[in-house]
């Protein structure tokens, strides 16, 4: 799946590199009668940048991509692609390339006219649009693909026509709509970097939808994080990991506890079965100096399992044991309600083991309620 | 499977399958032989006669003319009550079947009342244009393909519907994403991907218009096609002309489905069932108006026929003659209907009948819809053929057959005298309906995990108890809904019983012809009202019965 088609030649042509500049929406709100599924949601993508809309489900992403993509009006709020207002252009006259969760791809015809058809709806003559046709598919290596049916397609085959279908069009945006979820775990894993290169090539903004954040920290630049129709954050994966703005986005990205601390500013303490511990932390941008209500997430990586009893560790007992390739996760039960996953390089623990917790340098992450 | 189960299965559908080669198969057959009996006398003589070629011709015509009027009034209707929402949609999706359960002779006399020369529509526009004559005759192959139109349409609208809320609405956004417009939407996605529903219906109406009688009967006026042809050559005891007929009549139907087939074989694909397209509310107001009205114009062109048969129905008999309506009204076509022995005759008649047929289709149809579905032997291929056989052939020709079979007592050639008895009519519908509740068997016991029986079997259950507590249950939906599908066309039937009937069994259809010869309107009408009510009481039946089961 290398080289650079002829098909794709805006996206190998220096001055043409990301069609009409960034895509943007700007304060779009969606309602469904009482129910409000997209919230004064803001963003913008550039050219060449992978942005992830990430949500459980309800949480109005695919509703935000359908307004991206023109199948859905927003009640207020506009969309732009490089500052010009497309809010009411239909999607035929949008130019995207979106490749839908189900593929969508046309079971009467051959592979071949399913990747021609945006051309031929373009009224490019039948041998260019063959040829352009062909290169697509052969960059995305389904070169001998052409004349099959649909029907004879694995899941992955299907995957990958319906992005030579949406990239032979020279898309101004691309568009996916949980390009991975309907992959088995091993062909996902390799679809990802597949993917993320493709669509790094083609040099126009893109945009995933996806309910799950491991797909979204291996393929986007950005994350933007929504939940019940409310923008709850957008960043880098870093960010989002190591700066979350609220417990809700630290609670999404998981791994990890969540426990009350009191804020004291570049430090927060944390008490656990009576062991107070001082804790470095960041804070995130755009927080109250002290906050009267703070939380502290506590990942594994960042705690260290001892089977000796330090006065200064917090006590508990193993509750599960899971091997996890290089490293042990432990989950320990500690006081006040309250467990932790640790990982340890050392497998000599044991479940129902009572082992002391201690928190290595940090710094944690301090989010408010 | 083991060679004990293999010899049951055998066992079981020994039985069904001679019986089906007995009545089915064998009158095709002796049919076929007949037009032979003198060599190619017989076809010289269809092939020298002007009145055979012409009756071939037309219903060949009146057939594909019936596919394109159905199509062209199904298609967009289901696009229309499919894709689109505005006032009065509710109305009209709730009438757009309403032509269906018209039984054939009903809606014939419907049209006669309503657009014949002194039917209702006909008076109307007379009067207002202030013609000496009636503007236009109800005669012809423009009359026939009318009515067909109006009875038929409703296979092309519920195919179609169905096809389209199975669509896959992505695909249509997936189109538009690419650039295609509406038109190119259409054209290369939308209406590709509902050929095999469009295919489908138009098959249907094409069986349905070639075997079509009641409306060349009553319409055809000096009309000649293949169906009245049959009936006429054998009133003049031309047995062996008739035979010909009936043959090319039928080798029209089979030419016909082996086309269709074949058109439809090039597709590999099927529709996924996801659908989840909501309907585009239209917000311009002329056009919200404009649909409301023609809406509201479609709705009583469909309700018009149900109207016009119960208001004739209490006219006085005689009274209707050049009036737009009928002057007088009255009960007494009812209350005759009830008390004159004579009147009441063909309605235990066409009852009893039906029943019979019915509980017949209901034995031999679950036997065969349980072999195919989930025995596994080697006459199956041939069980399903012999099921779905009467589907391909016209009901003028089955009854054809069962007249040239079913003609004498000679146990020798397998014969036995049934003809002129009460008993080759409940035969006739039996030999109908088969494919009808064959199917709907069929399809209730693919629903079922083949493993249950098995299972039953595992646990210690008889032959019997499967049978009775796990097979019969899971074909119950299938045998409610099959049965009440044959009781419902046998009570009305009219095609085969106009070949077949005698005075002491004749069925309510023959008695509505009967009464309209005798110009007795009224009668004809309380008759094709009580028809009606027939239908509705058994649907209402099977409906509460399927309730307390279930």
């Given at each position: 799946m290398t080289g650079a088609p002829d098909g794709l030649a805006r996206s190998e042509n220096k001055d043409d590199k990301g069609g009409r500049g960034p895509l943007a929406l700007n304060g779009v709100t969606r309602r469904f009668g009482e129910f409000t599924a997209v919230d004064n949601v803001s963003f913008e993508v550039g050219p060449g940048e992978l942005l992830a809309l990430v949500g459980a489900s309800g949480s109005g992403k695919t509703t935000t991509l359908r307004m991206a993509a023109g199948y859905e009006a927003p009640d207020s709020g506009t969309v732009t692609l490089g500052g010009k207002d497309i809010t009411r252009v239909p999607p035929e006259r949008r130019g995207f390339g979106m490749v839908f969760q189900h593929y969508a791809l046309f079971p009467h015809m051959p592979v071949e006219d399913n990747v021609a058809f945006g051309l031929e709806a373009r009224g490019v003559s039948k041998v260019d649009r063959l040829v352009k046709a062909r290169a697509a598919l052969a960059s995305v290596g389904l070169e001998d693909a052409g004349s099959r049916p649909i029907q004879s397609l694995s899941g992955g085959e299907q995957q990958r026509v319906a992005l030579a279908r949406a990239l032979v069009i020279e898309p101004q945006a691309l568009l996916l709509d949980e390009p991975l979820s309907n992959l088995d775990p091993t062909l996902r894993h390799a679809m990802r970097d597949d993917l993320r290169a493709m669509l790094r090539r083609v040099g126009v903004p893109a945009l995933f939808v996806t309910h799950d954040q491991e797909d979204a920290f291996a393929v986007a630049d950005r994350i933007a994080l929504l939940k019940k129709g409310k923008l709850l954050q957008v960043g880098t994966p870093e960010e989002l990991y190591n700066a979350p703005l609220s417990r809700e986005v630290a609670a999404f990205i998981g791994r990890g506890s969540i426990v009350p601390a009191i804020d004291k500013g570049s430090t927060a303490t944390v008490t656990i079965g009576g062991v107070a511990r001082d804790l470095n932390v960041t804070r995130p941008k755009g927080v109250a100096p002290h906050l009267e209500t703070a939380f502290v997430v506590l990942r594994p990586d960042a705690l260290e399992l001892s089977r000796s009893a330090g006065v200064l560790a917090w006590r508990g007992r193993i509750a599960n044991r899971r091997f996890a390739g290089g490293v042990i996760v432990y989950r320990v039960q500690l006081a006040d309600g309250i467990s932790v996953d640790v990982e340890s390089l050392s497998g000599e623990a044991h479940e129902d083991d009572n082992v002391s917790i201690s928190p290595l340098k940090g710094p944690f992450p301090l989010v408010p309620t | 499977?083991?060679?004990?189960?293999?010899?049951?299965?055998?066992?079981?559908?020994?039985?069904?399958?001679?019986?089906?080669?007995?009545?089915?198969?064998?009158?095709?057959?002796?049919?076929?032989?007949?037009?032979?009996?003198?060599?190619?006398?017989?076809?010289?003589?269809?092939?020298?006669?002007?009145?055979?070629?012409?009756?071939?011709?037309?219903?060949?015509?009146?057939?594909?003319?019936?596919?394109?009027?159905?199509?062209?009034?199904?298609?967009?209707?289901?696009?229309?009550?499919?894709?689109?929402?505005?006032?009065?949609?509710?109305?009209?999706?709730?009438?757009?079947?309403?032509?269906?359960?018209?039984?054939?002779?009903?809606?014939?006399?419907?049209?006669?009342?309503?657009?014949?020369?002194?039917?209702?529509?006909?008076?109307?526009?007379?009067?207002?244009?202030?013609?000496?004559?009636?503007?236009?005759?109800?005669?012809?192959?423009?009359?026939?393909?009318?009515?067909?139109?109006?009875?038929?349409?409703?296979?092309?609208?519920?195919?179609?519907?169905?096809?389209?809320?199975?669509?896959?609405?992505?695909?249509?956004?997936?189109?538009?994403?690419?650039?295609?417009?509406?038109?190119?939407?259409?054209?290369?996605?939308?209406?590709?991907?509902?050929?095999?529903?469009?295919?489908?219906?138009?098959?249907?109406?094409?069986?349905?218009?070639?075997?079509?009688?009641?409306?060349?009967?009553?319409?055809?006026?000096?009309?000649?096609?293949?169906?009245?042809?049959?009936?006429?050559?054998?009133?003049?005891?031309?047995?062996?002309?008739?035979?010909?007929?009936?043959?090319?009549?039928?080798?029209?139907?089979?030419?016909?489905?082996?086309?269709?087939?074949?058109?439809?074989?090039?597709?590999?694909?099927?529709?996924?069932?996801?659908?989840?397209?909501?309907?585009?509310?239209?917000?311009?107001?002329?056009?919200?108006?404009?649909?409301?009205?023609?809406?509201?114009?479609?709705?009583?062109?469909?309700?018009?026929?149900?109207?016009?048969?119960?208001?004739?129905?209490?006219?006085?008999?005689?009274?209707?003659?050049?009036?737009?309506?009928?002057?007088?009204?009255?009960?007494?076509?009812?209350?005759?209907?009830?008390?004159?022995?004579?009147?009441?005759?063909?309605?235990?008649?066409?009852?009893?009948?039906?029943?019979?047929?019915?509980?017949?289709?209901?034995?031999?149809?679950?036997?065969?819809?349980?072999?195919?579905?989930?025995?596994?032997?080697?006459?199956?291929?041939?069980?399903?053929?012999?099921?779905?056989?009467?589907?391909?052939?016209?009901?003028?020709?089955?009854?054809?057959?069962?007249?040239?079979?079913?003609?004498?007592?000679?146990?020798?050639?397998?014969?036995?005298?049934?003809?002129?008895t009460f008993w080759i009519l409940p035969l006739a519908y039996f030999i109908r309906d088969i494919p009808l509740v064959a199917s709907a068997v069929e399809s209730s016991l693919r629903q079922m995990d083949a493993s249950l029986e098995d299972a039953a079997r595992g646990l210690g259950a008889s032959w019997m108890m499967t049978m009775r507590r796990v097979i019969l249950p899971a074909a119950r939906p299938g045998l409610v809904a099959g049965g009440l599908l044959a009781a419902v066309t046998a009570v009305g039937e009219f095609v085969a019983s106009v070949v077949l009937y005698t005075h002491s069994n004749r069925p309510i259809s023959m008695e509505i012809l009967a009464q309209l010869r005798a110009l007795a309107f009224g009668t004809a009408a309380a008759y094709s009202v009580l028809l009606i009510f027939l239908v509705l009481l058994m649907t209402l039946a099977a409906r509460s019965f399927e309730e307390r089961l279930a």
């Open positions: - | 499977m083991k060679a004990s189960a293999r010899r049951q299965s055998w066992l079981i559908a020994l039985p069904v399958m001679a019986l089906l080669l007995w009545t089915v198969v064998y009158p095709n057959v002796a049919v076929i032989a007949g037009s032979f009996e003198n060599g190619l006398g017989h076809w010289r003589e269809f092939a020298a006669s002007p009145a055979d070629r012409e009756a071939l011709w037309t219903s060949l015509v009146i057939s594909v003319a019936s596919v394109f009027a159905s199509l062209a009034i199904g298609v967009p209707l289901a696009f229309l009550l499919g894709r689109f929402e505005f006032p009065g949609r509710r109305l009209l999706r709730a009438v757009a079947t309403l032509p269906a359960a018209l039984p054939p002779l009903v809606g014939v006399i419907a049209f006669l009342f309503l657009y014949g020369e002194s039917g209702l529509v006909t008076r109307v526009v007379q009067r207002a244009l202030g013609m000496a004559e009636a503007p236009w005759r109800l005669k012809g192959v423009g009359a026939i393909v009318f009515v067909h139109a109006y009875t038929m349409y409703v296979y092309v609208f519920l195919f179609v519907s169905a096809g389209l809320e199975r669509f896959d609405a992505t695909l249509d956004e997936a189109a538009s994403g690419l650039g295609a417009n509406t038109w190119q939407r259409l054209r290369r996605v939308t209406l590709p991907l509902l050929m095999p529903a469009v295919a489908g219906s138009a098959l249907l109406v094409f069986m349905n218009a070639l075997g079509s009688f009641s409306a060349p009967y009553v319409f055809g006026g000096g009309l000649r096609v293949l169906s009245t042809q049959i009936l006429a050559s054998k009133i003049n005891g031309a047995m062996g002309l008739a035979y010909v007929e009936t043959t090319v009549l039928a080798l029209s139907a089979v030419a016909g489905l082996v086309l269709f087939r074949w058109l439809d074989s090039k597709r590999k694909y099927t529709l996924a069932s996801k659908g989840g397209r909501t309907r585009r509310t239209i917000r311009s107001r002329p056009i919200q108006v404009l649909m409301t009205v023609a809406s509201a114009v479609i709705v009583m062109a469909l309700v018009l026929p149900h109207l016009m048969v119960i208001l004739v129905s209490f006219a006085r008999d005689g009274a209707w003659t050049t009036q737009v309506l009928p002057p007088e009204y009255t009960f007494e076509n009812y209350r005759r209907l009830f008390t004159e022995a004579e009147l009441w005759k063909p309605i235990t008649n066409s009852v009893s009948m039906a029943l019979i047929a019915t509980a017949a289709n209901l034995v031999v149809c679950f036997i065969a819809g349980y072999l195919i579905v989930l025995r596994k032997f080697g006459g199956r291929g041939l069980l399903e053929l012999l099921v779905a056989l009467p589907w391909a052939i016209p009901a003028t020709a089955i009854a054809l057959g069962l007249a040239a079979t079913f003609n004498r007592n000679d146990l020798l050639t397998g014969r036995v005298l049934l003809v002129g």
